[in-house]
């Protein structure tokens, strides 16, 4: 089974960007969201892909998670069925203390947002946090890449 074990966190120093060793550029939508599964087709660069994934269990960071490559143009044509919901984002690879830190920079209706998020090998691993990360908002469904599709950051009466 598929697992996803994952941290999520706002960004407070942008300066970290440069430090990027790689550099995607991603849209997503999502053609199915429920309380109990989400189907998200994303973009990354020239490669496309499908994922379907679990809900998490209350106060749990850990959800199942398939991810399969599929061609681009499929990829493509799958975002054009989710609507107007789709997201376009700048992931920065970065490297702290052994792990991979994924920081994304939301464009369009989402601009002003920056989300770090850290993959964990188990629920009770340890993670060194960086000084350039801020407020941690794991579980908070707002920051949930499927809200934003439907409620971008740019319209919330109060950003975080």
Do not use: C
Request: negative net charge; proline residues 3%.
């Amino acid at each position: 089974m598929g697992v996803e074990i994952e941290r999520k966190f706002l960004l407070r120093d942008e300066a970290i960007l440069s430090q990027a060793e790689r550099v995607l550029t991603i849209r997503q939508g999502y053609i199915k969201k429920s309380s109990s599964l989400g189907v998200r087709i994303r973009v990354s660069d020239d490669k496309g892909f499908i994922t379907i994934k679990g809900a998490k269990a209350e106060g749990s960071i850990v959800r199942a998670e398939y991810e399969y490559e599929i061609p681009v143009q499929d990829a493509l044509e799958l975002l054009s069925i989710s609507g107007e919901n789709v997201i376009s984002k700048k992931r920065h690879h970065i490297r702290h203390d052994g792990m991979l830190w994924e920081v994304d920079v939301f464009e369009g209706d989402n601009e002003g947002l920056v989300l770090a998020e850290v993959e964990l090998p188990d629920e009770t691993a340890d993670v060194s946090i960086p000084e350039w990360i801020g407020e941690e908002v794991t579980g908070s469904p707002e920051y949930y890449n499927s809200y934003l599709a439907l409620h971008p950051y740019t319209t919330w009466d109060e950003k975080k």
